[in-house]
Nanobody, 115 residues
Framework: QVQLVESGGGLVQPGGSLRLSCAASGIIFSRCTMGWYRQAPGKQRDLVATITSGGSTNYANSVKGRFTISRDNVKNTGYLQMNSLKPEDTAVYYC?????????WGQGTQVTVAS
């Protein structure tokens, strides 16, 4: 079975930092493009960042310069380093793994940015 498990979410002050992790199992993670998406209350799920198997990255304009996506294929784990967090970053963050065959999603982890 395939599983993506997010962790690292929580409550942080504006301007703070947080690192999210996405542990993958049951797939050849190194062959997948992985990404982070987020869904704020009352809004649709939007792309935050993606990283290909070759390491090419793509970011939403709203997080450029603040967030960094990375991956460790040996550990089958993806990461999202979030710095200079803003209240508008508050959302449930979801990990995604995409291959030529399938799309997989984690259950999400809550990130709340508030003073």
């Amino acid at each position: 079975q395939v599983q993506l498990v997010e962790s690292g979410g929580g409550l942080v002050q504006p301007g703070g930092s947080l690192r999210l992790s996405c542990a993958a199992s049951g797939i050849i993670f190194s062959r997948c493009t992985m990404g982070w998406y987020r869904q704020a209350p009352g809004k649709q799920r939007d792309l935050v960042a993606t990283i290909t198997s070759g390491g090419s990255t793509n970011y939403a304009n709203s997080v450029k310069g603040r967030f960094t996506i990375s991956r460790d294929n040996v550990k089958n784990t993806g990461y999202l380093q979030m710095n200079s967090l803003k209240p508008e970053d508050t959302a449930v963050y979801y990990c995604n793994a995409h291959s030529i065959w399938n799309d997989y999603w984690g259950q999400g982890t809550q990130v709340t940015v508030a003073s």
